[in-house]
Protein backbone atom coordinates (compact mmCIF):
# COMPACT_ATOMS: atom_id res chain seq x y z
CA UNK A 1 0.00 0.00 0.00
CA UNK A 2 1.59 3.00 -1.57
CA UNK A 3 1.51 6.43 1.03
CA UNK A 4 1.60 9.86 -0.08
CA UNK A 5 1.76 12.82 2.70
CA UNK A 6 -0.86 15.75 2.46
CA UNK A 7 1.09 18.45 3.00
CA UNK A 8 -1.64 20.20 4.87
CA UNK A 9 -3.40 19.59 8.55
CA UNK A 10 -7.03 18.11 8.34
CA UNK A 11 -8.10 17.42 10.94
CA UNK A 12 -4.39 16.07 11.31
CA UNK A 13 -1.83 15.61 9.82
CA UNK A 14 -3.28 13.01 6.64
CA UNK A 15 -1.53 10.03 4.83
CA UNK A 16 -3.47 9.13 1.22
CA UNK A 17 -2.74 5.60 1.08
CA UNK A 18 -3.17 4.46 -2.67
CA UNK A 19 -4.32 0.47 -3.25
CA UNK A 20 -4.62 -1.80 -5.75
CA UNK A 21 -6.20 -4.94 -6.79
CA UNK A 22 -1.84 -6.55 -6.08
CA UNK A 23 -2.44 -5.92 -2.05
CA UNK A 24 -5.75 -8.12 -1.56
CA UNK A 25 -4.57 -7.22 2.47
CA UNK A 26 -5.25 -3.26 1.64
CA UNK A 27 -8.71 -3.88 -0.56
CA UNK A 28 -9.97 -6.51 2.78
CA UNK A 29 -9.53 -3.28 4.68
CA UNK A 30 -11.22 -0.71 2.77
CA UNK A 31 -13.72 -3.02 2.06
CA UNK A 32 -14.83 -3.66 5.52
CA UNK A 33 -13.61 0.62 5.85
CA UNK A 34 -16.82 0.48 3.18
CA UNK A 35 -18.97 -2.13 4.97
CA UNK A 36 -18.50 0.00 8.51
CA UNK A 37 -19.58 3.05 7.03
CA UNK A 38 -22.72 2.09 5.26
CA UNK A 39 -23.97 -0.05 8.67
CA UNK A 40 -23.62 3.47 10.50
CA UNK A 41 -25.70 5.55 7.97
CA UNK A 42 -28.09 2.67 7.91
CA UNK A 43 -27.83 2.85 3.95
CA UNK A 44 -25.70 2.09 0.79
CA UNK A 45 -23.33 4.56 0.08
CA UNK A 46 -21.18 3.19 -2.48
CA UNK A 47 -22.90 1.40 -6.05
CA UNK A 48 -23.43 -2.17 -6.53
CA UNK A 49 -20.43 -2.22 -8.92
CA UNK A 50 -17.88 -0.72 -7.20
CA UNK A 51 -19.53 -2.91 -3.98
CA UNK A 52 -19.27 -6.22 -6.21
CA UNK A 53 -15.62 -5.08 -7.24
CA UNK A 54 -14.14 -4.57 -3.76
CA UNK A 55 -15.58 -8.36 -3.16
CA UNK A 56 -14.08 -9.86 -6.43
CA UNK A 57 -10.96 -8.24 -6.62
CA UNK A 58 -9.24 -11.28 -8.09
CA UNK A 59 -8.95 -9.25 -11.59
CA UNK A 60 -6.72 -5.94 -12.23
CA UNK A 61 -10.27 -3.95 -11.15
CA UNK A 62 -9.34 -2.04 -7.70
CA UNK A 63 -7.62 1.42 -8.20
CA UNK A 64 -8.76 3.55 -4.29
CA UNK A 65 -7.10 6.37 -2.20
CA UNK A 66 -7.77 5.93 1.44
CA UNK A 67 -7.27 9.26 3.52
CA UNK A 68 -5.99 8.28 7.13
CA UNK A 69 -5.59 10.73 10.38
CA UNK A 70 -3.65 9.18 13.49
CA UNK A 71 -4.84 5.86 12.40
CA UNK A 72 -8.20 6.68 11.75
CA UNK A 73 -9.68 6.22 8.31
CA UNK A 74 -11.62 9.12 7.11
CA UNK A 75 -12.83 8.67 3.55
CA UNK A 76 -12.13 7.16 0.63
CA UNK A 77 -12.01 7.13 -3.50
CA UNK A 78 -12.72 4.15 -5.38
CA UNK A 79 -12.26 3.99 -9.27
CA UNK A 80 -13.70 0.96 -10.94
CA UNK A 81 -13.47 0.28 -15.40
CA UNK A 82 -16.97 1.22 -17.43
CA UNK A 83 -16.55 0.75 -20.89
CA UNK A 84 -13.75 2.54 -22.03
CA UNK A 85 -13.73 5.28 -18.89
CA UNK A 86 -13.17 4.58 -15.34
CA UNK A 87 -16.12 5.46 -12.48
CA UNK A 88 -15.28 7.35 -9.17
CA UNK A 89 -17.10 7.29 -6.36
CA UNK A 90 -16.63 8.63 -3.33
CA UNK A 91 -17.27 7.60 0.57
CA UNK A 92 -16.33 9.59 3.49
CA UNK A 93 -18.71 9.23 6.31
CA UNK A 94 -20.03 12.51 7.85
CA UNK A 95 -23.49 14.31 9.39
CA UNK A 96 -25.71 13.83 6.51
CA UNK A 97 -26.95 17.83 8.13
CA UNK A 98 -23.39 19.11 7.51
CA UNK A 99 -22.32 16.05 4.61
CA UNK A 100 -18.59 15.75 4.46
CA UNK A 101 -15.66 18.26 4.41
CA UNK A 102 -15.34 19.64 0.66
CA UNK A 103 -11.77 19.55 1.46
CA UNK A 104 -11.36 16.08 1.98
CA UNK A 105 -13.87 14.73 -1.20
CA UNK A 106 -11.82 17.45 -3.28
CA UNK A 107 -8.72 15.90 -2.24
CA UNK A 108 -9.68 12.18 -2.72
CA UNK A 109 -10.61 12.79 -6.19
CA UNK A 110 -7.25 14.72 -6.96
CA UNK A 111 -5.25 11.56 -5.91
CA UNK A 112 -7.41 9.14 -7.72
CA UNK A 113 -7.08 11.04 -10.37
CA UNK A 114 -2.79 10.24 -10.25
CA UNK A 115 -3.55 6.41 -9.82
CA UNK A 116 -3.46 3.42 -12.56
CA UNK A 117 -5.99 3.76 -15.13
CA UNK A 118 -7.04 6.75 -14.22
CA UNK A 119 -4.19 8.84 -15.97
CA UNK A 120 -4.88 6.87 -19.60
CA UNK A 121 -8.81 6.93 -19.73
CA UNK A 122 -11.75 9.64 -19.07
CA UNK A 123 -12.59 9.73 -15.26
CA UNK A 124 -15.99 10.09 -13.96
CA UNK A 125 -16.99 11.01 -10.58
CA UNK A 126 -20.53 9.92 -9.91
CA UNK A 127 -22.25 11.63 -6.77
CA UNK A 128 -25.66 10.53 -5.26
CA UNK A 129 -28.67 13.11 -5.38
CA UNK A 130 -28.94 13.46 -1.65
CA UNK A 131 -25.39 14.95 -1.76
CA UNK A 132 -25.93 18.59 -1.87
CA UNK A 133 -22.52 19.59 -0.62
CA UNK A 134 -21.38 18.29 -4.44
CA UNK A 135 -21.71 21.34 -6.20
CA UNK A 136 -18.75 22.95 -4.03
CA UNK A 137 -16.57 19.76 -4.71
CA UNK A 138 -17.14 20.68 -8.26
CA UNK A 139 -16.90 24.02 -8.26
CA UNK A 140 -13.56 23.55 -6.23
CA UNK A 141 -11.95 21.50 -8.84
CA UNK A 142 -13.11 22.76 -11.80
CA UNK A 143 -15.47 19.77 -13.03
CA UNK A 144 -18.14 19.62 -15.79
CA UNK A 145 -21.58 17.70 -15.23
CA UNK A 146 -21.47 15.28 -17.64
CA UNK A 147 -24.49 13.31 -17.24
CA UNK A 148 -27.71 13.30 -15.07
CA UNK A 149 -29.08 9.80 -14.21
CA UNK A 150 -32.98 9.76 -12.51
CA UNK A 151 -34.11 7.31 -9.70
CA UNK A 152 -37.89 6.99 -10.71
CA UNK A 153 -39.97 5.07 -8.71
CA UNK A 154 -43.70 3.50 -8.61
CA UNK A 155 -46.39 2.73 -5.89
CA UNK A 156 -47.14 -1.05 -7.52
CA UNK A 157 -50.94 -1.33 -6.34
CA UNK A 158 -53.72 -3.42 -7.12
CA UNK A 159 -55.13 -1.70 -10.22
CA UNK A 160 -51.93 -0.63 -11.64
CA UNK A 161 -50.49 -3.93 -10.95
CA UNK A 162 -53.54 -5.25 -13.06
CA UNK A 163 -52.83 -3.10 -16.04
CA UNK A 164 -49.47 -3.71 -16.51
CA UNK A 165 -50.62 -7.47 -16.95
CA UNK A 166 -52.02 -6.31 -20.12
CA UNK A 167 -48.91 -5.04 -21.28
CA UNK A 168 -46.53 -8.09 -20.20
CA UNK A 169 -45.16 -11.25 -22.77
CA UNK A 170 -44.38 -14.28 -21.42
CA UNK A 171 -40.85 -14.84 -20.01
CA UNK A 172 -38.35 -17.50 -18.75
CA UNK A 173 -36.15 -17.62 -15.87
CA UNK A 174 -32.25 -17.16 -16.88
CA UNK A 175 -30.27 -20.17 -16.32
CA UNK A 176 -26.94 -19.58 -14.93
CA UNK A 177 -24.35 -21.37 -17.15
CA UNK A 178 -26.38 -21.67 -20.14
CA UNK A 179 -27.41 -18.65 -20.38
CA UNK A 180 -24.21 -16.76 -20.13
CA UNK A 181 -22.92 -16.28 -23.09
CA UNK A 182 -26.19 -15.41 -24.71
CA UNK A 183 -27.51 -13.01 -22.73
CA UNK A 184 -23.13 -11.24 -22.37
CA UNK A 185 -23.89 -11.02 -26.48
CA UNK A 186 -27.40 -9.51 -25.92
CA UNK A 187 -26.58 -7.20 -23.17
CA UNK A 188 -23.61 -5.69 -25.22
CA UNK A 189 -25.31 -5.14 -28.81
CA UNK A 190 -28.50 -3.26 -26.64
CA UNK A 191 -25.82 -0.89 -24.45
CA UNK A 192 -23.06 -0.82 -27.17
CA UNK A 193 -22.85 2.95 -26.29
CA UNK A 194 -23.34 3.42 -22.67
CA UNK A 195 -20.55 4.27 -20.17
CA UNK A 196 -21.10 1.57 -17.57
CA UNK A 197 -23.38 -1.30 -19.01
CA UNK A 198 -22.15 -2.17 -22.03
CA UNK A 199 -18.95 -4.24 -22.92
CA UNK A 200 -19.46 -6.59 -19.67
CA UNK A 201 -17.07 -9.43 -19.87
CA UNK A 202 -18.28 -12.61 -17.78
CA UNK A 203 -16.66 -11.87 -14.84
CA UNK A 204 -18.82 -8.98 -14.55
CA UNK A 205 -21.95 -11.01 -15.16
CA UNK A 206 -20.38 -13.81 -12.67
CA UNK A 207 -19.95 -11.28 -10.02
CA UNK A 208 -23.61 -10.51 -10.03
CA UNK A 209 -24.65 -13.94 -10.46
CA UNK A 210 -22.28 -14.76 -6.87
CA UNK A 211 -24.07 -11.41 -5.26
CA UNK A 212 -26.31 -12.26 -2.43
CA UNK A 213 -28.93 -10.76 -3.83
CA UNK A 214 -29.08 -12.53 -7.28
CA UNK A 215 -32.48 -14.00 -8.18
CA UNK A 216 -32.27 -16.35 -11.00
CA UNK A 217 -36.22 -16.11 -11.13
CA UNK A 218 -36.35 -12.38 -11.27
CA UNK A 219 -33.99 -12.26 -14.42
CA UNK A 220 -36.31 -12.60 -17.35
CA UNK A 221 -36.04 -12.96 -20.51
CA UNK A 222 -38.04 -13.25 -23.65
CA UNK A 223 -39.15 -14.90 -25.10
CA UNK A 224 -40.27 -17.98 -23.19
CA UNK A 225 -39.01 -20.31 -25.82
CA UNK A 226 -35.08 -20.11 -27.91
CA UNK A 227 -32.64 -17.70 -27.61
CA UNK A 228 -33.48 -14.05 -25.77
CA UNK A 229 -34.07 -10.87 -27.38
CA UNK A 230 -35.03 -8.80 -24.62
CA UNK A 231 -34.70 -8.89 -20.85
CA UNK A 232 -35.39 -7.41 -17.72
CA UNK A 233 -33.07 -8.28 -14.62
CA UNK A 234 -35.11 -7.14 -11.63
CA UNK A 235 -33.17 -6.74 -8.39
CA UNK A 236 -34.66 -6.61 -4.89
CA UNK A 237 -33.42 -3.68 -2.12
CA UNK A 238 -33.85 -4.67 1.70
CA UNK A 239 -35.37 -1.91 3.63
CA UNK A 240 -33.31 0.46 5.58
CA UNK A 241 -33.07 3.71 7.52
CA UNK A 242 -34.15 5.50 4.59
CA UNK A 243 -36.28 3.84 2.40
CA UNK A 244 -38.80 0.69 2.50
CA UNK A 245 -38.43 -2.73 0.51
CA UNK A 246 -37.92 -1.62 -3.27
CA UNK A 247 -37.96 -3.79 -6.12
CA UNK A 248 -35.52 -2.33 -8.84
CA UNK A 249 -35.68 -2.94 -12.80
CA UNK A 250 -31.91 -3.78 -12.81
CA UNK A 251 -31.24 -3.83 -16.11
CA UNK A 252 -33.27 -3.88 -19.10
CA UNK A 253 -33.21 -3.69 -22.95
CA UNK A 254 -33.89 -5.10 -26.44
CA UNK A 255 -31.79 -6.33 -29.29
CA UNK A 256 -31.38 -3.70 -31.58
CA UNK A 257 -32.85 -6.04 -34.28
CA UNK A 258 -35.99 -5.83 -32.59
CA UNK A 259 -36.89 -2.27 -31.38
CA UNK A 260 -40.06 -0.39 -32.58
CA UNK A 261 -42.18 -3.44 -31.37
CA UNK A 262 -43.24 -2.33 -27.91
CA UNK A 263 -40.86 -4.67 -25.88
CA UNK A 264 -39.56 -2.10 -23.58
CA UNK A 265 -43.10 -1.26 -22.12
CA UNK A 266 -44.03 -5.14 -21.72
CA UNK A 267 -40.73 -6.17 -20.32
CA UNK A 268 -41.25 -3.19 -18.12
CA UNK A 269 -44.53 -4.43 -16.97
CA UNK A 270 -43.36 -7.96 -17.01
CA UNK A 271 -40.71 -7.19 -14.04
CA UNK A 272 -42.63 -4.73 -12.29
CA UNK A 273 -45.47 -7.79 -12.04
CA UNK A 274 -43.12 -9.98 -10.51
CA UNK A 275 -41.35 -7.67 -7.93
CA UNK A 276 -45.46 -7.51 -6.90
CA UNK A 277 -45.92 -11.18 -6.83
CA UNK A 278 -42.38 -11.31 -4.72
CA UNK A 279 -44.49 -8.78 -1.72
CA UNK A 280 -42.91 -5.82 -2.91
CA UNK A 281 -44.83 -2.09 -2.69
CA UNK A 282 -42.89 0.38 -4.19
CA UNK A 283 -41.13 -0.32 -7.91
CA UNK A 284 -37.72 2.14 -9.06
CA UNK A 285 -35.53 2.01 -11.64
CA UNK A 286 -32.56 4.46 -13.01
CA UNK A 287 -32.44 5.97 -16.12
CA UNK A 288 -30.55 8.29 -18.35
CA UNK A 289 -32.23 11.85 -18.17
CA UNK A 290 -31.11 12.60 -21.78
CA UNK A 291 -33.03 9.24 -22.87
CA UNK A 292 -36.24 10.69 -23.05
CA UNK A 293 -37.99 8.02 -25.17
CA UNK A 294 -37.58 5.69 -22.30
CA UNK A 295 -38.51 9.10 -19.65
CA UNK A 296 -41.73 9.55 -21.04
CA UNK A 297 -42.12 5.31 -21.48
CA UNK A 298 -41.95 4.94 -17.54
CA UNK A 299 -43.81 8.24 -16.71
CA UNK A 300 -46.58 6.38 -18.62
CA UNK A 301 -46.70 3.71 -16.45
CA UNK A 302 -46.79 5.97 -13.21
CA UNK A 303 -43.57 6.49 -12.61
CA UNK A 304 -41.77 9.51 -11.42
CA UNK A 305 -38.38 11.30 -10.36
CA UNK A 306 -37.52 10.56 -6.95
CA UNK A 307 -33.45 11.97 -7.07
CA UNK A 308 -31.07 12.81 -9.83
CA UNK A 309 -28.00 11.35 -9.74
CA UNK A 310 -25.37 13.37 -11.49
CA UNK A 311 -21.80 12.31 -13.03
CA UNK A 312 -19.15 15.00 -13.27
CA UNK A 313 -15.99 14.74 -15.41
CA UNK A 314 -12.50 15.09 -13.87
CA UNK A 315 -9.34 16.81 -15.74
CA UNK A 316 -7.08 13.85 -16.42
CA UNK A 317 -3.83 14.71 -13.82
CA UNK A 318 -6.00 17.45 -12.18
CA UNK A 319 -3.32 19.24 -9.63
CA UNK A 320 -3.71 19.39 -6.20
CA UNK A 321 -5.26 22.68 -5.08
CA UNK A 322 -4.21 22.56 -1.90
CA UNK A 323 -0.83 24.60 -0.25
Known amino acids: MAETSCPHDYPHRVEVRRITSQDPAAVAMLSEFVDQAERAHGHPLISDNVRLVLRDS ?12 DQEHLGCAIAC ?16 SLGPPTELVARLIEEISQCGRATSESLVWWCRGHEPWADAVATRLGLV ?10 RLSTDRIANYRTFSVPTRSFQPGIDDAGWLALNNRAFADHGEQGNWSPSDLRRRLAAPWFDASGFLLHPAEGAPYAFCWTKVHPADSHDPALGEIYVIAVDPDHAGQGLGRALT ?7 AECGIDIGMLHVDASNTAAVSLYQSLGMVVHHVDRAFLVPQRVVPSHT
Open 58 to 69: SGDDVSAVLAVA
Open 81 to 96: PANGSTVVEVLAPHDH
Open 145 to 154: EHRRLLQMRV
Open 269 to 275: CAGLVHL
